[in-house]
Nanobody, 123 residues
Framework: QVQVVESGGGLVQAGGSLRLSCDAS????????MGWFRQAPGKEREFVAA????????IYADSVLGRFTISRDNGKRTVYLQMNSLKPEDTAVYYC????????????????WGQGTQVTVSS
């Protein structure tokens, strides 16, 4: 299985951009669909975006559609989340993890999470 380390978060003004990275180790990275998730203070962890192992399919939560772009580089074993037009409501800790259609609606069933990376969007 794959272990991940998230990075790239920080403080940004509303309307700005950030690019998050998810560096993977172990397992066979290119064999996994991967997703980004986030958890805002006082809220449950939620799905953000996902990408298939071949990068041929991507899906996004309605809240980020048109603003965020997920991509992957299997050679570097990295998944990216390009976040544009950031809003204060995007403020959260962002995590990456393995993804499946089942997980899309059952985020709580993922047994293991990394430390995540903090994204703070000021108004």
């Amino acid at each position: 299985q794959v272990q991940v380390v998230e990075s790239g978060g920080g403080l940004v003004q509303a309307g700005g951009s950030l690019r998050l990275s998810c560096d993977a180790s172990g397992g066979t990275f290119s064999s996994y669909a991967m997703g980004w998730f986030r958890q805002a203070p006082g809220k449950e962890r939620e799905f953000v975006a996902a990408i298939s192992w071949s990068a041929g399919n991507t899906i996004y939560a309605d809240s980020v559609l048109g603003r965020f772009t997920i991509s992957r580089d299997n050679g570097k074993r990295t998944v990216y989340l390009q976040m544009n037009s950031l809003k204060p409501e995007d403020t959260a800790v962002y995590y990456c993890n393995a993804y499946s259609d089942y997980i899309r609606n059952h985020v709580e069933d993922l047994p293991s999470w990394g430390q995540g990376t903090q994204v703070t969007v000021s108004s």
